[in-house]
């Protein structure tokens, strides 16, 4: 069975400030790891994945994220935020051998002007 | 973007009536879900296929069936709906067991 707890229901930053959504993931076999983000009224659209080779990522909009195994951890960051970036962030894991993708409950990013 | 298409995009409907979602895609990707989102829940997933008539359970399947007779269409039923039910619902294709492509949604409302 696979799980991904995002740590943070909701993250508040001021614009230009730097901000990191945090995920932790339970596998018991070698995953995949995504990071999706929804704006309002819409579907999700992809961020970023990780899928094997250099643990460090980097996505569209500016966004990266750091695979860490030993602490099943892969926190997404963005070191300038817009007040574009105000959307749902959600994490994602798939495992080898597994039909299915399973979420976090998401991350709301609220930007301030 | 992924040619995926759900319909209907918004339906309001009684409790105990049946209702079908249909979710259509273009992109000849094997694999297909259901997902439901709610407030503090997160994408939950319902049904996922990963091939034609092949069909399994998700973490949420209790009051839902669903059925692939066409690799571009798959279909979620809600034998009897029930208030609990009243959710948004998005399917999603992959062609692989990893990165998938969402369609735009429904908004269903059970009353």
């Known amino acids: 069975a696979q799980s991904v707890t995002q740590l943070d229901s909701q993250v508040p930053v001021f614009e230009e400030a730097p901000v990191e959504l945090r995920c932790n993931y339970s596998s018991s076999v070698s995953v995949y790891l995504f990071w999706y983000v929804q704006y309002p009224n819409q579907g999700l659209q992809l961020l970023l994945k990780y899928l094997s080779g250099s643990t460090l990522v980097k996505g569209i909009n500016g966004f990266e994220a750091e695979f860490n195994k030993s602490q099943t951890s892969f926190h997404l960051r963005k070191p300038s935020v817009h007040i574009s970036d105000t959307a749902e962030y959600f994490c994602?894991?798939?495992?080898?051998?597994?039909?299915?993708?399973?979420f976090g409950k998401g991350t709301k990013l609220s930007v301030i002007p | 973007d992924a040619g995926i298409t759900q319909s209907p995009r918004h339906k309001v409907t009684e409790t105990g009536t049946p209702v079908t979602l249909r979710c259509h895609q273009t992109?000849?990707?094997?694999?297909m879900y259901w997902y439901r989102q709610d407030p503090g829940h997160g994408l939950r997933l319902i049904h996922y296929?990963?091939?034609?008539?092949?069909?399994d359970k998700g973490e949420v399947s209790d009051g839902y069936s669903v059925s692939r007779s066409k690799t571009e269409d798959f279909l979620l039923t809600l034998e009897s709906a029930t208030s609990s039910q009243t959710s948004v619902y998005f399917c999603?294709?992959?062609?692989?067991?990893?990165?998938?492509?969402f369609g735009q949604g429904t908004r269903l409302t059970v009353v």
């Open positions: 994602a894991v798939s495992g080898a051998g597994s039909y299915q993708l399973t």
């Open positions: 992109e000849n990707h094997r694999y």
């Open positions: 296929s990963y091939g034609v008539k092949d069909t």
């Open positions: 999603a294709i992959s062609a692989w067991t990893g990165e998938a492509f």
